[in-house]
């Protein structure tokens, strides 16, 4: 089944610092979602964006979509040591199928 | 807020037992899904229910079944529990299926 990937695997940055993931798709979508997850916990939601739409905002979160390019990228601005997780992002696809998720992007802050 | 409870955090079976692993969500939400996690791979969906007592089958369903009875219920059975299925248990539930999903804390089934 059709599946995001995240890049990179993995990413370690400064507190302050912002950090970028990357995740690409294959076929067209109706929306693609971003999700958290703290280590050993379940999947926190963190943003929708559909097809129609090119960037949102959620606080320090900036997520965009290019569907010509089939990409997706999620930006965290002046990262915390609290933002330390795994980021996956999710998308739905043909007909009424379940959300399939990538493997996602370990990223972690250093204070 | 939406609240999506699993019956146990951290859950040690041996080869062969029946497991019964419990999913309670507290929102209305017609779909319920179960996913296992496992380092390199990510996600996979085992079944999902759009209804009570409606299911269907995911990528990874071999060795699994489910029972939704009621709708705030969803319930993943392990027949005859195997070390291959030691893993990260997940349980989400959502209003429509590629809508936003709320996930469980997990379980962490160990088989020996």
């Known amino acids: 089944s059709q599946q995001g990937e995240e890049d990179p695997q993995a990413l370690s940055i400064q507190e302050g610092e912002n950090a970028t993931m990357n995740c690409s798709y294959k076929t067209s979508i109706n929306n693609l979602q971003w999700y958290r997850q703290n280590s050993g916990r379940g999947l926190v939601h963190l943003i929708l964006?559909?097809?129609?739409?090119r960037e949102k905002h959620s606080g320090r979160l900036r997520v965009t979509l290019d569907t010509s390019k089939k990409s997706s990228s999620l930006l965290i601005t002046a990262s915390r040591a609290a933002d330390t997780a795994s980021y996956f992002c999710?998308?739905?696809?043909?007909?009424?199928?379940?959300?399939?998720f990538g493997k996602g992007t370990r990223l972690s802050v250093i204070a | 807020d939406v609240k999506v409870t699993q019956s146990s955090r951290y859950l040690v079976k041996r080869t062969g037992e029946k497991v019964f692993l419990e999913c309670v969500q507290d929102m209305d939400h017609e779909n319920m899904f179960w996913y296992r996690q496992d380092p390199g791979l990510g996600l996979r969906l085992i079944y999902f229910?759009?209804?009570?007592?409606?299911?269907e089958k995911g990528d990874i369903p071999e060795g699994y079944s489910v029972s939704r009875e009621k709708k705030e219920r969803f319930s993943l059975i392990l027949e005859s529990a195997s070390t291959n299925q030691t893993s990260m248990y997940l349980c989400a539930s959502s209003f429509d299926r590629v809508e936003t999903q709320y996930f469980g804390p997990g379980t962490r089934l160990l088989v020996l």
């Open positions: 964006i559909r097809s129609n739409e």
């Open positions: 229910s759009y209804d009570v007592k409606m299911k």
């Open positions: 999710a998308t739905d696809g043909t007909g009424n199928t379940p959300l399939v």
